[in-house]
């Protein structure tokens, strides 16, 4: 049954979601909401035939159901989504509407399914799906409602053994509707979540092939560099030769980087937690970027407490992966002669580190993506210095598997032109003695 649910869904919606006329979960939403009204239609439509002494009831029925159940077949041709959801909503109204007037209007317990509307339209079709039919279904029945009031008598065809088949249709179906809603959306989000894992283990294994690839000729070019820059004497060709150091060492972090994302994701890294010293890592964060902090001679400020603090973590990953990222960034966006600081705090239960800097900061536009690895927000540096985009998503993805969090605050340079900058705030759990 799901492989010919899936076939069927193939056949009408591919080409059209390819062509981005709809998304996949529009068209799902439209199908199921078919296939869990479809029976219900055509049972009203049985029981207006069989129980209400009025042809017209049965005939209006009838049409509505087929044209319900053929509605998906507009996924395919014209390939509107909006024209399929409106039709399928409509057929609902139509039938509801006619078996109300004709089995006592606003007193009929047929009106009740119309509040199923925009609830459907809504899922198909969206705010404004919820919105139209909203208006339509409150007009509607605000119309049984005043003509009740002004003591208009509608006919009421339907005998009594009708009345209590209906009256079971609308408690049972409620219940049956409601669950086959619920549990085919959650099959649908299942198998899209299985395609999405499937795309995903795809793009990693193209990662590791191309990390591979690349690498091994790169080292042969690193090497074959050096043993040619030995037996070069002139100092010019010297310093051009020197030049493609930096490229060949960009690579290599590009490589790196990704080859480290893709293990933290995988879990293929495996994590020692255990106690780690706050103050080791600091001192080891002011000895590695001695030299790149006096290259754009920037001072580091650290405010931490006198007694050190111990957090859970990996001393590794806290200190290259963490912290090195961070502070990389906030140096590589910082101007000539700028101040970073680096602020730890103890909360209790949790260690709270806030790396500030007054750089370039984060254009909102990118505020929300720069721990999301999928998206572009790569920028160049106050020197021009590139970055590779995985650095913040690593050190997101290094913070949660320790217990923390990690959250960002900006104002970026082009909104402020004074007092920009970035602030990171790490809070990371505390070794309590």
């Given at each position: 049954?799901?492989?010919?649910?899936?076939?069927?869904?193939?056949?009408?919606?591919?080409?059209?979601?390819?062509?981005?006329?709809?998304?996949?979960?529009?068209?799902?939403?439209?199908?199921?909401?078919?296939?869990?009204?479809?029976?219900?239609?055509?049972?009203?439509?049985?029981?207006?035939?069989?129980?209400?002494?009025?042809?017209?009831?049965?005939?209006?029925?009838?049409?509505?159901?087929?044209?319900?159940?053929?509605?998906p077949l507009l996924l395919k041709l014209p390939?509107?989504?909006?024209?399929?959801?409106?039709?399928?909503m409509s057929t609902g109204l139509i039938l509801?509407?006619?078996?109300?007037?004709?089995?006592?209007?606003?007193?009929?317990?047929?009106?009740?399914?119309?509040?199923?509307?925009?609830?459907?339209?809504?899922?198909?079709?969206?705010?404004?799906?919820?919105?139209?039919?909203?208006?339509?279904?409150?007009?509607?029945?605000?119309?049984?409602?005043?003509?009740?009031?002004?003591?208009?008598?509608?006919?009421?065809?339907?005998?009594?053994?009708?009345?209590?088949?209906?009256?079971?249709?609308?408690?049972?179906?409620?219940?049956?509707?409601?669950?086959?809603?619920?549990?085919?959306?959650?099959?649908?989000?299942?198998?899209?979540?299985?395609?999405?894992?499937?795309?995903?283990?795809?793009?990693?294994?193209?990662?590791?092939?191309?990390?591979?690839?690349?690498?091994?000729?790169?080292?042969?070019?690193?090497?074959?560099?050096?043993?040619?820059?030995?037996?070069?004497?002139?100092?010019?060709?010297?310093?051009?030769?020197?030049?493609?150091?930096?490229?060949?060492?960009?690579?290599?972090?590009?490589?790196?980087?990704?080859?480290?994302?893709?293990?933290?994701?995988?879990?293929?890294?495996?994590?020692?937690?255990?106690?780690?010293?706050?103050?080791?890592?600091?001192?080891?964060?002011?000895?590695?970027?001695?030299?790149?902090?006096?290259?754009?001679?920037?001072?580091?400020?650290?405010?931490?407490?006198?007694?050190?603090?111990?957090?859970?973590?990996?001393?590794?990953?806290?200190?290259?992966?963490?912290?090195?990222?961070?502070?990389?960034?906030?140096?590589?966006?910082?101007?000539?002669?700028?101040v970073i600081d680096i602020i730890i705090k103890?909360?209790?239960?949790?260690?709270?580190?806030?790396?500030?800097?007054?750089?370039?900061?984060?254009?909102?536009?990118?505020?929300?993506?720069?721990?999301?690895?999928?998206?572009?927000?790569?920028?160049?540096?106050?020197?021009?210095?590139?970055?590779?985009?995985?650095?913040?998503?690593?050190?997101?993805?290094?913070?949660?598997?320790?217990?923390?969090?990690?959250?960002?605050?900006?104002?970026?340079?082009?909104?402020?032109?004074?007092?920009?900058?970035?602030?990171?705030?790490?809070?990371?759990?505390?070794?309590?003695?």
């Amino acid at each position: 049954m799901k492989n010919f649910y899936f076939s069927v869904f193939d056949y009408l919606t591919l080409k059209q979601i390819k062509e981005g006329h709809y998304t996949p979960y529009q068209a799902h939403a439209l199908m199921v909401s078919v296939l869990s009204t479809a029976i219900f239609m055509w049972l009203y439509s049985i029981l207006a035939y069989t129980h209400i002494n009025h042809p017209i009831t049965s005939l209006v029925c009838f049409a509505m159901a087929t044209i319900h159940i053929l509605s998906p077949l507009l996924l395919k041709l014209p390939g509107n989504i909006q024209l399929a959801g409106h039709t399928l909503m409509s057929t609902g109204l139509i039938l509801g509407t006619t078996f109300s007037y004709y089995t006592g209007g606003f007193d009929s317990n047929m009106i009740i399914w119309l509040g199923i509307l925009p609830l459907l339209s809504g899922v198909i079709l969206g705010r404004i799906g919820v919105i139209i039919w909203t208006l339509l279904t409150i007009i509607t029945a605000v119309i049984f409602l005043i003509i009740d009031i002004n003591g208009v008598t509608l006919p009421n065809f339907i005998d009594h053994k009708g009345w209590l088949m209906a009256q079971c249709l609308i408690v049972f179906g409620w219940i049956i509707i409601s669950t086959v809603l619920v549990n085919v959306l959650i099959l649908v989000t299942e198998n899209s979540q299985l395609m999405q894992n499937q795309k995903n283990q795809k793009i990693l294994t193209l990662v590791r092939v191309l990390c591979h690839d690349i690498s091994n000729p790169l080292l042969t070019i690193k090497g074959r560099v050096k043993h040619i820059k030995k037996g070069i004497e002139d100092e010019k060709s010297l310093c051009e030769m020197n030049r493609l150091d930096r490229p060949i060492m960009a690579i290599q972090e590009i490589i790196e980087k990704i080859r480290n994302w893709e293990s933290i994701e995988s879990g293929k890294q495996k994590l020692t937690i255990s106690p780690v010293s706050v103050g080791e890592t600091i001192k080891y964060i002011q000895d590695i970027f001695d030299e790149k902090l006096n290259q754009k001679d920037i001072k580091l400020n650290i405010l931490a407490p006198e007694t050190d603090l111990m957090i859970l973590g990996n001393q590794t990953t806290l200190q290259s992966q963490i912290f090195s990222n961070l502070i990389s960034n906030a140096i590589k966006f910082s101007d000539h002669g700028s101040v970073i600081d680096i602020i730890i705090k103890d909360e209790g239960k949790n260690v709270l580190a806030t790396i500030v800097d007054r750089g370039l900061g984060i254009p909102q536009p990118l505020i929300n993506d720069i721990f999301d690895v999928t998206k572009k927000t790569t920028r160049l540096g106050t020197d021009g210095e590139r970055g590779t985009g995985f650095g913040l998503p690593i050190v997101k993805s290094c913070v949660e598997r320790f217990g923390g969090t990690i959250s960002v605050m900006s104002k970026s340079k082009e909104d402020f032109k004074e007092n920009s900058g970035t602030v990171f705030e790490l809070r990371l759990k505390k070794v309590i003695a």
